[in-house]
Protein backbone atom coordinates (compact mmCIF):
# COMPACT_ATOMS: atom_id res chain seq x y z
CA UNK A 1 0.00 0.00 0.00
CA UNK A 2 1.87 3.45 -1.18
CA UNK A 3 0.02 6.46 0.70
CA UNK A 4 -0.06 9.98 -0.66
CA UNK A 5 -0.68 13.07 1.20
CA UNK A 6 -2.80 15.73 0.12
CA UNK A 7 -4.43 19.13 1.90
CA UNK A 8 -7.99 18.90 1.72
CA UNK A 9 -9.90 22.52 1.61
CA UNK A 10 -11.85 23.31 3.85
CA UNK A 11 -14.26 26.12 4.61
CA UNK A 12 -13.55 28.66 7.65
CA UNK A 13 -16.28 29.74 10.33
CA UNK A 14 -19.74 30.16 9.74
CA UNK A 15 -20.86 33.91 8.51
CA UNK A 16 -23.53 36.14 10.80
CA UNK A 17 -26.79 36.46 9.03
CA UNK A 18 -27.88 34.07 6.78
CA UNK A 19 -25.66 31.80 7.80
CA UNK A 20 -28.21 29.35 8.66
CA UNK A 21 -29.14 27.63 5.38
CA UNK A 22 -25.31 28.36 3.73
CA UNK A 23 -23.65 27.50 7.28
CA UNK A 24 -24.79 23.51 6.53
CA UNK A 25 -22.72 22.98 3.73
CA UNK A 26 -19.57 25.05 5.40
CA UNK A 27 -20.46 28.79 5.14
CA UNK A 28 -16.64 30.38 5.23
CA UNK A 29 -15.33 33.71 4.82
CA UNK A 30 -12.00 32.02 3.98
CA UNK A 31 -11.29 28.55 3.04
CA UNK A 32 -7.93 26.67 5.15
CA UNK A 33 -6.79 23.46 4.56
CA UNK A 34 -6.36 19.78 6.13
CA UNK A 35 -3.41 17.62 5.56
CA UNK A 36 -4.85 14.24 4.84
CA UNK A 37 -3.73 10.85 3.23
CA UNK A 38 -5.21 8.13 0.73
CA UNK A 39 -3.85 5.35 -0.53
CA UNK A 40 -2.58 5.27 -4.00
CA UNK A 41 -5.37 2.83 -5.66
CA UNK A 42 -7.47 4.00 -3.87
CA UNK A 43 -7.46 7.70 -4.77
CA UNK A 44 -9.52 7.06 -8.33
CA UNK A 45 -12.27 6.46 -5.96
CA UNK A 46 -12.00 9.53 -3.66
CA UNK A 47 -11.91 11.68 -7.09
CA UNK A 48 -15.09 10.06 -8.03
CA UNK A 49 -16.50 10.72 -4.73
CA UNK A 50 -15.64 13.98 -4.83
CA UNK A 51 -17.06 14.65 -8.30
CA UNK A 52 -20.08 13.38 -7.73
CA UNK A 53 -20.30 15.32 -5.00
CA UNK A 54 -19.89 18.20 -6.89
CA UNK A 55 -22.58 16.97 -8.94
CA UNK A 56 -24.81 16.68 -5.50
CA UNK A 57 -23.96 20.51 -5.23
CA UNK A 58 -24.95 21.83 -8.73
CA UNK A 59 -28.45 20.07 -8.27
CA UNK A 60 -29.03 21.84 -5.06
CA UNK A 61 -27.83 25.49 -6.12
CA UNK A 62 -30.55 25.01 -9.05
CA UNK A 63 -33.26 24.31 -6.42
CA UNK A 64 -32.08 27.16 -3.95
CA UNK A 65 -32.38 29.12 -7.60
CA UNK A 66 -36.23 27.82 -7.75
CA UNK A 67 -36.93 28.64 -3.97
CA UNK A 68 -36.41 32.39 -4.58
CA UNK A 69 -38.30 32.65 -7.43
CA UNK A 70 -41.52 31.04 -5.46
CA UNK A 71 -43.90 33.89 -4.80
CA UNK A 72 -45.56 34.42 -1.16
CA UNK A 73 -48.60 32.54 -0.58
CA UNK A 74 -50.11 35.71 1.00
CA UNK A 75 -50.49 38.84 0.85
CA UNK A 76 -50.06 39.49 4.68
CA UNK A 77 -46.63 41.22 5.85
CA UNK A 78 -45.86 37.94 7.54
CA UNK A 79 -45.50 35.64 4.58
CA UNK A 80 -44.02 38.57 2.66
CA UNK A 81 -41.26 39.13 5.38
CA UNK A 82 -41.12 35.10 5.37
CA UNK A 83 -40.61 34.68 1.54
CA UNK A 84 -38.15 37.59 2.21
CA UNK A 85 -35.70 35.78 3.95
CA UNK A 86 -36.12 32.53 2.36
CA UNK A 87 -34.56 34.27 -0.28
CA UNK A 88 -31.85 36.01 0.93
CA UNK A 89 -30.68 32.38 2.39
CA UNK A 90 -31.26 30.79 -0.42
CA UNK A 91 -28.96 33.65 -2.58
CA UNK A 92 -26.36 35.46 -3.07
CA UNK A 93 -25.77 37.28 -0.34
CA UNK A 94 -22.64 35.99 1.90
CA UNK A 95 -23.57 33.09 4.11
CA UNK A 96 -26.92 32.32 1.65
CA UNK A 97 -26.60 29.19 0.33
CA UNK A 98 -25.87 30.34 -3.83
CA UNK A 99 -22.83 31.78 -1.77
CA UNK A 100 -21.87 28.83 0.34
CA UNK A 101 -22.62 26.19 -2.38
CA UNK A 102 -20.36 28.35 -5.19
CA UNK A 103 -17.50 28.17 -1.59
CA UNK A 104 -17.75 24.70 -1.40
CA UNK A 105 -17.72 23.54 -4.98
CA UNK A 106 -14.65 25.79 -5.46
CA UNK A 107 -12.94 23.78 -2.25
CA UNK A 108 -13.29 20.20 -3.41
CA UNK A 109 -12.07 21.07 -7.18
CA UNK A 110 -9.61 22.44 -5.23
CA UNK A 111 -8.99 19.16 -3.14
CA UNK A 112 -9.11 17.22 -6.42
CA UNK A 113 -6.72 18.90 -7.95
CA UNK A 114 -4.81 18.67 -5.24
CA UNK A 115 -5.23 15.02 -5.17
CA UNK A 116 -4.11 14.19 -8.64
CA UNK A 117 -0.96 16.25 -8.41
CA UNK A 118 -0.28 14.12 -5.55
CA UNK A 119 -1.17 11.16 -7.38
CA UNK A 120 1.76 12.90 -10.21
CA UNK A 121 4.06 13.58 -7.80
CA UNK A 122 4.12 10.07 -6.63
CA UNK A 123 4.81 8.48 -10.12
CA UNK A 124 7.27 10.77 -10.73
CA UNK A 125 8.82 10.10 -7.28
CA UNK A 126 8.53 6.64 -8.13
CA UNK A 127 9.99 6.47 -11.70
CA UNK A 128 13.14 8.38 -10.40
CA UNK A 129 13.51 5.99 -7.77
CA UNK A 130 13.08 2.96 -10.20
CA UNK A 131 15.61 4.91 -12.55
CA UNK A 132 17.97 5.58 -9.69
CA UNK A 133 18.73 1.65 -8.98
CA UNK A 134 18.78 0.69 -12.80
CA UNK A 135 21.82 -0.94 -13.11
CA UNK A 136 24.70 1.49 -15.77
CA UNK A 137 26.33 -0.26 -18.56
CA UNK B 1 -18.08 39.61 -1.52
CA UNK B 2 -15.91 42.56 -3.63
CA UNK B 3 -14.34 39.51 -5.38
CA UNK B 4 -17.43 38.24 -6.23
CA UNK B 5 -19.12 41.03 -7.82
CA UNK B 6 -15.86 41.64 -9.65
CA UNK B 7 -15.83 38.42 -11.04
CA UNK B 8 -20.10 38.85 -11.83
CA UNK B 9 -18.86 42.12 -13.86
CA UNK B 10 -15.86 40.67 -15.58
CA UNK B 11 -17.69 37.79 -16.80
CA UNK B 12 -19.67 38.72 -20.62
CA UNK B 13 -23.13 37.67 -18.90
CA UNK B 14 -24.50 41.41 -18.26
CA UNK B 15 -23.86 42.53 -15.33
CA UNK B 16 -27.24 44.80 -13.99
CA UNK B 17 -26.17 48.10 -13.89
CA UNK B 18 -29.10 49.87 -12.13
CA UNK B 19 -30.70 52.86 -14.15
CA UNK B 20 -29.12 51.41 -17.43
CA UNK B 21 -31.34 48.94 -19.31
CA UNK B 22 -29.00 46.14 -20.95
CA UNK B 23 -29.03 45.95 -24.55
CA UNK B 24 -31.67 43.40 -25.54
CA UNK B 25 -29.70 40.26 -27.80
CA UNK B 26 -31.92 37.78 -29.55
CA UNK B 27 -30.70 34.06 -29.53
CA UNK B 28 -31.88 32.10 -32.11
CA UNK B 29 -34.66 32.56 -34.64
CA UNK B 30 -36.91 29.57 -35.90
CA UNK B 31 -39.86 30.47 -37.71
CA UNK B 32 -43.21 31.65 -35.78
CA UNK B 33 -46.38 28.92 -35.58
CA UNK B 34 -49.48 28.59 -33.81
CA UNK B 35 -52.18 31.25 -32.77
CA UNK B 36 -50.93 34.68 -31.29
CA UNK B 37 -51.35 35.33 -27.97
CA UNK B 38 -52.83 38.41 -26.23
CA UNK B 39 -51.36 37.50 -23.06
CA UNK B 40 -51.07 40.23 -20.49
CA UNK B 41 -47.66 39.00 -19.45
CA UNK B 42 -46.17 40.61 -23.04
CA UNK B 43 -45.09 37.69 -24.75
CA UNK B 44 -45.50 38.76 -27.94
CA UNK B 45 -46.01 35.60 -30.39
CA UNK B 46 -47.57 32.92 -30.79
CA UNK B 47 -48.40 30.15 -27.48
CA UNK B 48 -46.34 27.44 -27.45
CA UNK B 49 -47.65 24.04 -26.17
CA UNK B 50 -45.85 22.97 -23.50
CA UNK B 51 -47.66 19.51 -22.93
CA UNK B 52 -45.27 18.51 -26.29
CA UNK B 53 -42.52 17.60 -24.07
CA UNK B 54 -44.49 18.34 -20.35
CA UNK B 55 -44.37 14.25 -20.02
CA UNK B 56 -41.24 13.58 -22.25
CA UNK B 57 -38.59 16.75 -21.37
CA UNK B 58 -35.85 15.12 -22.29
CA UNK B 59 -37.34 15.24 -25.34
CA UNK B 60 -36.54 18.85 -25.56
CA UNK B 61 -33.24 18.14 -27.05
CA UNK B 62 -32.52 16.25 -29.67
CA UNK B 63 -29.03 14.25 -29.93
CA UNK B 64 -28.02 16.31 -33.06
CA UNK B 65 -28.85 19.43 -31.61
CA UNK B 66 -26.83 18.10 -28.14
CA UNK B 67 -23.80 16.83 -29.84
CA UNK B 68 -22.15 20.08 -30.37
CA UNK B 69 -22.44 21.19 -27.06
CA UNK B 70 -20.61 18.59 -25.67
CA UNK B 71 -20.75 14.90 -24.31
CA UNK B 72 -23.45 14.15 -21.42
CA UNK B 73 -24.43 11.30 -19.52
CA UNK B 74 -27.67 9.48 -20.07
CA UNK B 75 -30.58 12.61 -19.69
CA UNK B 76 -32.34 12.65 -16.39
CA UNK B 77 -36.03 13.26 -16.19
CA UNK B 78 -37.24 14.80 -12.72
CA UNK B 79 -40.11 16.99 -11.59
CA UNK B 80 -39.22 19.91 -9.98
CA UNK B 81 -41.02 23.54 -8.53
CA UNK B 82 -41.86 24.75 -11.72
CA UNK B 83 -42.73 21.26 -12.98
CA UNK B 84 -41.31 18.33 -15.22
CA UNK B 85 -37.58 18.87 -16.05
CA UNK B 86 -34.59 16.84 -17.61
CA UNK B 87 -31.30 17.23 -16.98
CA UNK B 88 -27.86 16.60 -19.48
CA UNK B 89 -25.10 16.12 -17.11
CA UNK B 90 -21.66 16.46 -18.51
CA UNK B 91 -20.23 13.03 -18.88
CA UNK B 92 -16.95 14.59 -16.97
CA UNK B 93 -18.68 17.26 -14.16
CA UNK B 94 -15.05 19.14 -13.94
CA UNK B 95 -14.83 19.79 -18.26
CA UNK B 96 -17.76 20.01 -19.71
CA UNK B 97 -21.07 22.16 -18.94
CA UNK B 98 -24.53 20.21 -18.14
CA UNK B 99 -28.12 21.61 -18.68
CA UNK B 100 -31.60 21.22 -16.81
CA UNK B 101 -34.23 22.15 -18.97
CA UNK B 102 -37.96 22.40 -17.57
CA UNK B 103 -41.26 23.21 -18.72
CA UNK B 104 -42.61 25.43 -16.31
CA UNK B 105 -46.74 24.53 -16.06
CA UNK B 106 -47.11 25.27 -12.49
CA UNK B 107 -48.87 28.86 -13.81
CA UNK B 108 -45.36 30.91 -13.16
CA UNK B 109 -44.92 33.02 -16.17
CA UNK B 110 -41.97 34.62 -17.29
CA UNK B 111 -42.85 38.17 -15.91
CA UNK B 112 -42.76 36.07 -12.07
CA UNK B 113 -39.43 35.27 -13.29
CA UNK B 114 -38.04 38.77 -13.97
CA UNK B 115 -39.55 40.30 -11.18
CA UNK B 116 -38.32 37.75 -8.88
CA UNK B 117 -34.45 38.11 -10.69
CA UNK B 118 -34.36 41.96 -11.68
CA UNK B 119 -32.47 42.88 -8.49
CA UNK B 120 -29.90 40.65 -8.73
CA UNK B 121 -26.02 41.16 -9.76
CA UNK B 122 -26.12 39.29 -13.08
CA UNK B 123 -29.82 39.91 -14.90
CA UNK B 124 -30.64 41.20 -18.47
CA UNK B 125 -33.92 40.78 -20.17
CA UNK B 126 -33.94 39.78 -23.86
CA UNK B 127 -35.20 37.52 -26.43
CA UNK B 128 -35.07 34.33 -27.90
CA UNK B 129 -36.52 33.07 -30.85
CA UNK B 130 -38.65 36.26 -30.90
CA UNK B 131 -40.08 35.55 -27.24
CA UNK B 132 -39.18 37.95 -23.95
CA UNK B 133 -36.74 36.11 -22.04
CA UNK B 134 -34.38 36.87 -19.02
CA UNK B 135 -31.00 35.35 -17.65
CA UNK B 136 -29.84 35.41 -14.24
CA UNK B 137 -27.54 34.27 -11.75
CA UNK B 138 -27.87 34.33 -7.91
CA UNK B 139 -24.17 35.11 -7.55
CA UNK B 140 -21.57 35.65 -10.35
CA UNK B 141 -22.05 33.64 -13.40
CA UNK B 142 -18.94 32.08 -13.44
CA UNK B 143 -20.76 28.44 -12.96
CA UNK B 144 -24.22 29.26 -13.71
CA UNK B 145 -26.86 30.64 -15.50
CA UNK B 146 -30.44 30.47 -15.71
CA UNK B 147 -32.46 31.18 -18.69
CA UNK B 148 -36.25 31.66 -18.77
CA UNK B 149 -38.45 31.86 -21.48
CA UNK B 150 -42.47 32.98 -21.68
CA UNK B 151 -44.03 30.75 -23.90
CA UNK B 152 -47.37 31.80 -23.21
CA UNK B 153 -49.21 33.95 -20.53
CA UNK B 154 -49.68 30.60 -18.31
CA UNK B 155 -46.42 28.80 -19.21
CA UNK B 156 -42.27 29.14 -19.53
CA UNK B 157 -39.44 27.24 -19.92
CA UNK B 158 -36.76 27.27 -18.11
CA UNK B 159 -32.63 26.63 -18.52
CA UNK B 160 -30.61 26.10 -16.47
CA UNK B 161 -26.92 25.57 -16.84
CA UNK B 162 -23.55 24.92 -15.11
CA UNK B 163 -19.89 24.73 -15.68
CA UNK B 164 -17.18 23.70 -13.17
CA UNK B 165 -14.13 24.30 -15.77
CA UNK B 166 -12.77 27.76 -16.47
CA UNK B 167 -11.49 27.05 -19.26
CA UNK B 168 -14.20 26.04 -21.02
CA UNK B 169 -15.37 28.16 -23.35
CA UNK B 170 -19.27 28.27 -21.85
CA UNK B 171 -17.61 29.82 -18.84
CA UNK B 172 -16.68 33.02 -20.65
CA UNK B 173 -20.38 33.67 -20.90
CA UNK B 174 -22.69 30.96 -19.09
CA UNK B 175 -25.98 32.94 -19.90
CA UNK B 176 -25.12 33.21 -23.86
CA UNK B 177 -25.02 29.28 -23.20
CA UNK B 178 -28.03 28.95 -21.66
CA UNK B 179 -29.72 31.53 -24.05
CA UNK B 180 -28.16 29.39 -26.68
CA UNK B 181 -29.86 25.88 -25.57
CA UNK B 182 -33.43 27.99 -24.39
CA UNK B 183 -33.16 29.16 -27.98
CA UNK B 184 -33.21 25.20 -29.22
CA UNK B 185 -36.07 24.22 -27.06
CA UNK B 186 -38.06 27.22 -28.62
CA UNK B 187 -37.36 25.73 -31.75
CA UNK B 188 -38.46 22.26 -30.76
CA UNK B 189 -41.51 23.46 -29.29
CA UNK B 190 -42.10 25.71 -32.60
CA UNK B 191 -41.49 22.56 -34.92
Given at each position: MALIGFDAITAGGPVGAGAGAGGAIGAGLGASTTKMQVDLAEAPKLIAGLEAAIEKLVEAYQTSDDLRV??????DPYSDSATTVIRQSAGNDPGGYGWANLKAREALKKTIENIKKSIADYSQTDGSAGDSLTPKD | MAMLVTVGLASGCAAKDPGRPSAETSAGGATETGTKSSSPSGVSGPDLDLSKFASNPCGALTADQLAPLGSFKAPEPGTGTFGPNCWWKATKVLEGAGYKVTMVTNGTTIDTFIDTNKSLQVFKETTVGGLKAASWDQTNASANCSTAVGTSSKGAILVQMNIENTNAPESKDTCAASEKVAALVVQNLKG
Open positions: VPSPGK | -
